[in-house]
């Protein structure tokens, strides 16, 4: 018996030196035009993507001032990663500011479920959203 | 203002703050500085409708310190013109908590007596 999976996946870097939200608001909206998602979906998942990669921008100290974007959807999972090869999760990396760190609230409230690795070098962040229907 | 992703509408005794989509952090830093400099500590009312607004954490950290201002001093704040994701990223935070909210900004308006 063969299963059919469909699944539509995307990687691209992005440069903390360019306007990289406009670089990910066209990739994604390139890559969910086959998909059949409500417009909070999309909000939703977009706003986590511009999230994690602002955090991976204030706080990876990356030499190279670059992260790693992927978008990956199978059934009715969407995944969002972002990936940077800074210094990773470390207790420098937390905010001072008590009017910040609300990224993190704002991704755990948007998405189902989000998975933290930094057993390489660098941080990989990756947040998963269950959504109603899958690809059109 | 209106050479930003955002306009500030200052009326007698209330200023509507609107978006016109994501803000990029050059707008952010603008609106923060606005807001804190002529109106986070003003007898005005604050309402900000979120109709086309994306929230984001930088977003939420300039809410949170007018919130700080106006609240120590029994100001007025509100939201309206919420979707539902903007909803359930502004209570996460905290934000919701602290201020008013409303379905239509109409409503808001009518709540404070600017009904007009």
């Given at each position: 018996?063969?299963?059919?999976?469909?699944?539509?996946?995307?990687?691209?870097?992005?440069?903390?030196?360019?306007?990289?939200?406009?670089?990910?608001?066209?990739?994604?909206?390139?890559?969910?035009?086959?998909?059949?998602?409500?417009?909070?979906?999309?909000?939703?998942?977009?706003?986590?993507?511009?999230?994690?990669?602002?955090?991976?921008?204030?706080?990876s100290k990356?030499?190279?001032?670059?992260?790693?974007?992927?978008?990956?959807?199978?059934?009715?999972?969407?995944?969002?990663?972002?990936?940077?090869?800074?210094?990773?999760?470390?207790?420098?990396?937390?905010?001072?500011?008590?009017f910040r760190?609300?990224?993190?609230?704002?991704?755990?409230?948007?998405?189902?479920?989000?998975?933290?690795?930094?057993?390489?070098?660098?941080?990989?962040?990756?947040?998963?959203?269950?959504?109603?229907?899958?690809?059109? | 203002?209106?050479?930003?992703?955002?306009?500030?509408?200052?009326?007698?005794?209330?200023?509507?703050?609107?978006?016109?989509?994501?803000?990029?952090?050059?707008?952010?830093?603008?609106?923060?500085?606005?807001?804190?400099?002529?109106?986070?500590?003003?007898?005005?009312?604050?309402?900000?409708?979120?109709?086309?607004?994306?929230?984001?954490?930088?977003?939420?950290?300039?809410?949170?310190?007018?919130?700080?201002?106006?609240?120590?001093?029994?100001?007025?704040?509100?939201?309206?013109?919420?979707?539902?994701?903007?909803?359930?990223?502004?209570?996460?935070?905290?934000?919701?908590?602290?201020a008013l909210?409303?379905?239509?900004?109409?409503?808001?308006?009518?709540?404070?007596?600017?009904?007009?």
């Amino acid at each position: 018996m063969v299963i059919e999976t469909r699944e539509r996946k995307i990687k691209f870097d992005i440069s903390f030196f360019s306007e990289y939200e406009k670089t990910i608001e066209e990739k994604f909206d390139d890559f969910v035009n086959e998909l059949d998602l409500s417009k909070e979906e999309k909000k939703s998942i977009l706003t986590v993507t511009m999230e994690l990669a602002l955090n991976a921008e204030e706080h990876s100290k990356t030499p190279d001032h670059k992260a790693t974007i992927s978008f990956f959807f199978r059934d009715t999972s969407f995944m969002v990663g972002v990936e940077d090869s800074g210094i990773g999760w470390t207790n420098e990396s937390k905010n001072k500011d008590a009017f910040r760190g609300n990224g993190l609230k704002m991704v755990r409230a948007l998405m189902d479920s989000i998975l933290v690795s930094d057993y390489k070098k660098g941080l990989t962040v990756t947040a998963i959203k269950e959504v109603k229907r899958g690809l059109r | 203002m209106t050479n930003y992703g955002f306009t500030i509408t200052p009326e007698h005794g209330l200023v509507t703050i609107r978006f016109n989509g994501r803000l990029s952090r050059n707008d952010i830093k603008i609106l923060r500085e606005e807001i804190l400099n002529n109106y986070s500590a003003s007898t005005s009312i604050i309402i900000i409708n979120m109709n086309l607004g994306e929230p984001s954490s930088l977003l939420v950290s300039i809410f949170l310190e007018v919130l700080d201002i106006r609240n120590r001093d029994g100001k007025g704040l509100a939201f309206c013109e919420m979707d539902r994701s903007t909803q359930k990223a502004l209570q996460a935070t905290g934000v919701l908590k602290y201020a008013l909210s409303f379905d239509l900004e109409t409503k808001a308006r009518e709540y404070f007596n600017y009904d007009k």
